[in-house]
């Protein structure tokens, strides 16, 4: 706690400083004056708590600087020092709300007490501030959370609302006009989310200082990122709100704080009257959003639903087509065809989205699903379904459909090797456990439940040979890893790697190794001997 002694004596200041317990009472000396302005410049470069002064001081009396002290409105308490001859005067101060004198000659005892006695005093004052201060703030945050709870929970909400009274009520408003306009603004996204964030914020500051200016109460919140929900109540009609709202997109679009490339749209309900409407008026401000894919961007839109004529292709109809053509070339593994057919369905459903564009988002998470149905891959719909919300023209979805056919494309590429790596191992292993029987490609599908045409087109991309050149070389190696023991006869060897008939045999491995069996087990052996 600072303190500022003052009196016309230097040697009185002196004496004060040493009668006084600095460290046992917390105190700390910021300045010794010996007149009146001198006083007044150390209270405003220091802001002291306690002021120990004189009455009679040159330049300016210690009631004066009392009288101008307190019109600052601080924090500043005063002890003065008076004589017997001046206490008359110090009387004035108790106007100034002093309540400590001290007569001189000062004694050290008093001095402390009383200095104590006005420290704790302070620091009570300061700790009853401080927790007011901090039950003001926690009042008004908690009132910030209702109202924003309004917008992020109560908006969309079947809950119906009596009338504005009601809300004022219980979410802390102050709702006094006729009319209300529920607004969605949609902020494109952009590679820097940081950067989205910040035209957010400036987008918020804008629509506040100008809504105040036609409405009784406004209030914003974002509600995901790129994304703001206000509600205004005013007095003006829709033009003036529309108005109003462009401007606000046209001023932030030229701002230099703005990183290009940013696209702004702000959808806005029609005004309405009762406060049972908001549901509908917030679906309407999100529809009109949506219809951003179409009309352009960067713009205020108002939502003006329109109907497809019912002998014209829906969308849906496109999708359907699109899910029977997925599934004829997954069955035959034509992977490398889904990003041609994504890219005809998304340009055949264009002109029906233009008929009923807030169809649009729902429409293409219906192809997110199809698309992550087909390859399996679930968890990537939801963050396809995010980047298309963000998007702003119909070009950009269609890129991001490009992007998501790929990816399903590559990932039942992916997922059909796997599983084609294990078929053949298996194709194999039936292979060498079953090489004294008469198999053949058709069996081996049996075994792996194949056709044998599609088995024979992944044992070759597996293994690089055909089926028929693989079981004849599987053949040979097993023949000529027996031939090279004495336990079998050829006879024996044919029999154990397929062949009934001996001469069959012989003349195969002839014509594959160069030699006969018995030429190949007589060389093996001589090899052996030497």
């Not at 926690?138 to 009338?163: G, H, I, M, P, T």
């Not at 603004?185 to 036609?214: C, E, G, M, W």
């Amino acid at each position: 706690m600072k303190v500022l002694i003052a009196d016309d004596e230097i040697n009185i200041c002196k004496l004060i400083k040493n009668s006084l317990d600095w460290e046992g009472l917390g105190l700390e000396l910021c300045a010794m004056e010996t007149n009146g302005p001198a006083v007044l410049e150390s209270i405003k470069k220091y802001s002291p708590e306690i002021v120990i002064t004189d009455i009679q001081m040159p330049g300016m009396s210690g009631i004066d600087i009392i009288a101008e002290v307190s019109s600052w409105n601080t924090v500043t308490r005063f002890i003065i020092i008076s004589g017997y001859s001046y206490f008359e005067y110090a009387q004035k101060a108790v106007q100034y709300g002093v309540e400590n004198f001290l007569l001189k000659p000062i004694r050290k005892c008093e001095l402390n007490d009383t200095v104590a006695r006005l420290a704790e005093k302070i620091e009570k004052g300061r700790q009853l501030r401080t927790k007011i201060s901090k039950q003001t703030s926690e009042l008004k945050q908690s009132k910030s959370k209702v109202r924003r709870s309004f917008l992020l929970s109560n908006l969309d909400a079947e809950r119906v609302f009596k009338n504005a009274q009601e809300l004022n009520n219980e979410f802390y408003f102050n709702f006094s006009y006729e009319y209300f306009t529920v607004g969605i603004v949609h902020i494109a996204h952009t590679a820097d989310d940081a950067n989205t964030d910040i035209v957010l914020n400036n987008f918020r500051s804008s629509l506040k200082n100008n809504l105040s200016q036609i409405g009784a109460e406004c209030e914003i919140e974002a509600e995901t990122a790129g994304k703001l929900c206000f509600i205004l109540n005013h007095d003006s009609t829709d033009a003036v709100v529309e108005r109003t709202l462009s401007y606000c997109v046209d001023d932030l679009l030229a701002s230099r704080s703005l990183i290009k490339p940013n696209f702004i749209t702000v959808g806005i309900s029609d005004a309405f009257t009762l406060p049972s409407s908001f549901k509908q008026a917030y679906q309407n401000a999100n529809n009109a959003v949506a219809c951003r894919f179409f009309p352009g961007k960067s713009r205020v839109l108002r939502y003006a639903p329109k109907e497809s004529a019912p002998s014209e292709k829906t969308w849906q109809f496109y999708l359907d087509e699109l899910q029977e053509k997925l599934t004829a070339v997954t069955d035959k593994m034509q992977f490398d065809a889904i990003p041609q057919l994504v890219a005809q369905a998304m340009g055949k459903m264009c002109p029906a989205l233009s008929r009923t564009p807030v169809d649009t988002l729902r429409a293409f998470e219906s192809l997110t699903a199809i698309l992550t149905r087909f390859s399996d891959n679930h968890e990537d719909e939801e963050k396809y379904n995010l980047l298309a919300s963000r998007a702003n023209n119909y070009a950009e979805l269609t890129a991001i459909a490009e992007v998501l056919a790929s990816s399903a494309q590559s990932k039942l590429n992916s997922r059909v090797l796997g599983r084609n790596a294990a078929i053949v191992e298996k194709v194999k292993k039936y292979l060498k456990e079953n090489l004294c029987n008469a198999v053949d490609l058709s069996s081996a599908a049996r075994e792996v439940n194949f056709a044998p045409s599609y088995l024979g087109v992944i044992f070759k991309a597996e293994t690089g040979i055909g089926f028929s050149d693989y079981l004849m070389r599987l053949r040979m190696d097993t023949a000529k890893e027996l031939l090279s023991g004495l336990r079998d006869n050829v006879s024996q060897v044919a029999n154990k790697v397929g062949y009934r008939d001996v001469k069959h045999f012989s003349g195969m491995f002839r014509r594959i190794v160069g030699i006969t069996p018995a030429e190949y087990r007589k060389i093996h052996h001589l090899k052996e001997a030497d």
